[in-house]
């Protein structure tokens, strides 16, 4: 067994040791941190709904008619009512045929790949994509082959070259360490023309982007029996889990093949009452108002940063990205801003490439 000390005192030298900190508090603008009030810039709850007092009665509610667990897998005796209610839902919040609840985006993304693509097939997978993605990449006993970041005509020299019967394209939507939106319009006309599905992990855009928050593909007005799209619900919905849309096919077809789906117990129904409340609040005029103001605190946010001696990546999106270069120097940062009660993480690889 390999000296797992030596290891991780190579680690805290390199400035990679992660650590984890002690929240007593709800997420929210400020929070309660290892005992004091810090101003939080490290959340995804984007739209403050993860405290919000609807989706805490509704989750209450839930909770004295459904109790606090399932009890079972999907397929044994967890799925309830109300989740089967909530899939419908989902489907038609983000205007697809049907869906498939996941208790968590980790867990959709790894059912995905590994259910559809098989032995011969090739996957195509944008160089940034989510740890997720690419873990199901390496589950699925196919070829992968990574494209270089947003880069749809080094993607079609690719597809072109691939004679593979089943070709599939990967991607995030808005990029969780970039901030930056996909190509998607490009990238689905080239699986339209060579024969591919496109399967989207949107767990930065459901809620934020698109008509009335329902996502990404609302946002570039895209339809077709091509896609996949997977949602993420403890971002800003403000909840727990995931949903995985498609047409009705691809979704039977996971109820029957997705191991994460099949081999582990259903979220909790009480979960589902407090999700149904929280699309309630993203579709209506409030859940509109939060969005407003979080473009409004983005920009204000993109403004005061533009003087500094780094890098602001470009991003128009909740996740604003400060490339610092150096792992020390981000630390120091790190640990100068909260002594002015201001957290924000030190992001280094391998979440990011090195030197980023």
């Known amino acids: 067994m390999r000296d797992l000390d030596t290891n991780l005192h190579e680690f805290e030298r390199r400035g990679l040791l992660r650590k984890r900190r002690e929240v007593d508090s709800p997420a929210g603008v400020r929070m309660q941190v290892d005992g004091r009030e810090l101003l939080s810039f490290c959340s995804n709850d984007y739209l403050g709904l993860a405290n919000h007092p609807k989706l805490i009665a509704a989750l209450k509610e839930g909770a004295e008619r459904y109790g606090v667990g399932a009890g079972a897998s999907p397929l044994i005796s967890g799925h309830s009512a109300i989740q089967h209610a909530l899939e419908e839902r989902l489907a038609a919040f983000v205007g697809m045929p049907r869906t498939l609840h996941f208790p968590t985006g980790y867990m959709a993304n790894l059912a995905v790949l590994p259910a559809l693509a098989t032995p011969g097939d090739t996957i195509f997978s944008d160089t940034l994509n989510h740890a997720s993605l ?40 808005i990029f969780s360490m970039d901030g930056d939106i996909a190509p998607l319009p490009q990238l689905l006309d080239l699986c339209e023309r060579y024969d591919a599905m496109l399967i989207v ?27 996949v799209y997977i949602g993420t619900l403890g971002k800003a919905a403000g909840v727990a889990g995931a949903f995985v849309a498609a047409r009705a096919q691809i979704i039977e077809w996971l109820i029957q093949r997705a191991r994460t789906y099949i081999y582990t117990t259903a979220s909790p129904p009480a979960l589902s009452v407090a999700l149904m ?30 003087d500094l001696p780094f890098k602001l990546m470009s991003s128009q999106t909740p996740i604003q990205p400060l490339l610092i270069g150096q792992n020390k120097k981000t630390l120091d940062i790190m ?22």
């Open 277 to 306: 409340a929280s699309l309630d609040v993203i579709e209506n005029d409030e859940g509109e108002a939060r969005r407003s103001q979080l473009r409004t605190h983005i920009a204000q946010l993109r403004t005061k940063l533009a």
């Open 201 to 227: 992990d949107d767990a930065h855009g459901f809620g934020v982007l698109g008509d009335k928050g329902h996502g990404v593909l609302t946002h570039f007005k895209l339809e077709s029996s091509r896609l």
């Open 335 to 356: 640990r100068a801003l909260d002594e002015r009660g201001i957290w924000v993480p030190a992001i280094r690889p391998p979440t990011v490439p090195q030197g980023t």
């Open 134 to 173: 690419i873990d199901a990449g390496r589950l699925a006993r196919a070829e992968v082959i990574e494209y270089p970041h947003c880069d749809p005509n080094a993607l079609e020299v690719q597809l072109k070259a691939c004679s593979s019967a089943g070709k599939f394209v990967v991607t995030d939507s």
